[in-house]
């Protein structure tokens, strides 16, 4: 079966714009969570959804934000971009409900700010 | 707050054995993962512990002491394909959140 499909793979914006990234997760899947990776902060989560509601936020500004749709698919939006929000970032996608010790990741959209 | 601690780099040559310590200081904690990730590509699962002691896959084996708050990641039979960063993660009861170690950089030598 498929997996974790991220689109765009690879994107470059200037400070001050937005993007918005997506996630399509495993079929049957529902937990759909959202993490930044960068070479000084390491694997940061940023926030989960289930069933189209946010359960867990990670530490990020408000400038994070994101959803999820009623297939599961899921979107995460960060606007007014800085340099540091220069990342990879990794949508995961879990069939348990809770505890999920398997987290199933895309291969990540890497987004670079100029 | 939550941190899990864990070495940022280890080199071993093929066929050694390598173990990845990993101490964690975390609320909730539920269990402690083990994903790896070569460059340039997605964490993959490894491993899972639950409760305390060894659960073995294949060359890999992972270990947990809660009373300790340690767990650690053993790698045997060292091949080249192993290079790639290693991360533990602490599973929380509430949701699908973990929250990720600094990850070790394994890199395996002719």
């Known amino acids: 079966k498929a997996g974790v499909t991220q689109t765009p793979r690879y994107l470059i914006k200037t400070r001050g714009q937005q993007v918005t990234l997506s996630c399509s997760p495993i079929s049957g899947h529902r937990s759909v969570s959202w993490y930044q990776q960068t070479p000084g902060q390491g694997l940061q989560f940023l926030f989960e959804y289930f069933s189209e509601t946010q359960r867990n936020k990670g530490n990020f500004p408000g400038r994070f934000s994101g959803r999820q749709f009623s297939n599961s698919r899921s979107e995460m939006n960060v606007s007014t971009l800085e340099l540091g929000d220069s990342a990879l970032y990794l949508c995961a996608s879990s069939l348990q409900g809770t505890g999920a010790n398997v987290l199933t990741f895309g291969a990540g959209s890497r987004l670079t700010v100029l | 707050g939550q941190s899990l601690e864990q070495p940022s780099e280890v080199t071993a040559v093929e066929g050694a054995i390598v173990q990845i310590n990993c101490t964690y200081q975390t609320s909730g904690f539920y269990g402690l993962s083990w994903y790896q990730q070569h460059d340039g590509g997605a964490p993959t699962f490894l491993s899972y512990n639950a409760l305390d002691g060894l659960e073995e896959t294949g060359r890999f084996s992972s270990f947990l002491s809660r009373s300790d708050s340690y767990g650690y990641l053993l790698l045997q039979e060292l091949q080249m394909k192993d290079s790639a960063s290693y991360f533990c993660?602490?599973?929380?009861?509430?949701?699908?959140?973990?929250?990720f170690g600094g990850g070790t950089r394994v890199l395996v030598k002719p």
């Open positions: 993660a602490a599973v929380k009861a509430a949701g699908n959140k973990l929250t």
